[in-house]
């Protein structure tokens, strides 16, 4: 099984494995960071779009969303469509994909 998690503005002392006062109330979220891999050393992007873009084809967040368009008035949505998503590849593989 593969479980990845992407969360928009968290901050370091917000996980119970950098904040022992946070441990009694995540200790499914503690035993998956110890059974599992955390990548400690990786930051998204300074906006939630090019980090979940990044996340879902591989590549630079510069890469993957317009960085001139403005947010909120006339941005581009989506990937690119020559690029092919992560869930895809894992589909193409023989996995079962979900988001949430």
Not at 13 to 29: E, R, S
Not at 47 to 66: E, I, Y
Request: aromatic share 12%.
């Amino acid at each position: 099984h593969i479980f990845m998690v992407l969360a928009d503005d968290l901050g370091w002392w917000n996980v119970p494995w950098h904040n022992p006062d946070l441990q009694p109330f995540m200790p499914v979220t503690m035993e998956m960071v110890h059974n599992g891999v955390e990548l400690d050393r990786h930051y998204g992007f300074f906006a939630c779009a090019p980090s979940r873009g990044s996340f879902l084809s591989g590549r630079f967040p510069l890469n993957v969303m317009s960085q001139t368009a403005d947010s909120i008035t006339d941005a581009l949505f989506g990937l690119p469509v020559e690029i092919t998503a992560f869930p895809e590849k894992l589909r193409r593989a023989g996995y079962a994909t979900h988001a949430v």
